[in-house]
């Protein structure tokens, strides 16, 4: 199995371009989220899914969009870059919504200029 | 909203001592993870603690879950080089499917 597969892996992106991260699980997960990562800040949860159709907002979800048009794919969308939003992105999935086993993909490091 | 706080940020300890990282949580959980981030890699799930009290075993690693289930504790025994990374609890509160991290604690071992 894949699991849990993110492209791209690298990213330069200039302020205000638009760009969409790819998150894609062959484990037929229920939940699936997406979280950035920076340094002294921990994993902060932007966006999530309970299921196809289903997305909720997380922590810090100003400037990303979402939605999961089917179980396999969950892409996160940024409209309009920013510097700030200069990260690493992890997507992750697990099988129930709460109290399972989170399985990451590799993460996508994302410059913005 | 729930909010997981873990502390040390940092650990520096030599080959051969001790580790302890620390979570508390502003809320009841009804669970709480472990996971484990290699440098340049992403985070790797070690446990999950569910029952109040409860306390389970790695070979070294030791993990416990408090009896008011708001805290948590990971203890390394005899720390190896192989344990560096940055150590992430995670928890679920009672009422909500997401899954928020603490801020994680980096140990670095030397030699």
């Known amino acids: 199995n894949a699991g849990v597969t993110q492209t791209p892996k690298f990213q330069v992106l200039k302020t205000g371009q638009s760009m969409t991260l790819q998150c894609a699980q062959d484990?037929?997960?229920?939940?699936m989220s997406w979280y950035r990562q920076d340094p002294g800040m921990g994993l902060r949860l932007i966006h999530y899914s309970v299921g196809a159709g289903i997305t909720d907002q997380g922590e810090v979800p100003n400037g990303y969009n979402v939605s999961r048009s089917t179980t396999e794919d969950f892409p996160l969308r940024l409209l309009s870059a920013a510097p700030s939003q200069t990260s690493v992105y992890f997507c992750?999935?697990?099988?129930?919504?709460?109290?399972?086993?989170?399985?990451f993909g590799q993460g996508t490091r994302l410059t913005v200029v | 909203g729930q909010q997981v706080m873990q502390i040390p940020q940092y650990q520096h300890v030599q080959e051969g001592e001790d580790f302890t990282t620390y979570c508390n949580s502003s809320t009841t959980l009804s669970n709480i993870q472990w996971y484990k981030q290699r440098p340049g890699g992403h985070p790797v799930f070690l446990i999950q603690l569910v029952k109040s009290g409860e306390v389970k075993k790695q070979k070294r690693l030791t993990f416990q879950f408090g009896e008011a289930k708001k805290n948590s504790s990971l203890h390394i025994t005899a720390t190896q080089t192989t344990d560096v990374g940055t150590y992430f609890c995670?928890?679920?509160?009672?009422?909500?499917?997401?899954?928020?991290f603490g801020k994680g604690t980096s140990l670095l071992v030397t030699p």
């Open positions: 484990m037929n997960h229920e939940y």
């Open positions: 992750a999935s697990s099988p129930l919504g709460g109290g399972t086993e989170a399985f």
């Open positions: 995670a928890g679920n509160s009672n009422s909500g499917y997401a899954l928020n």
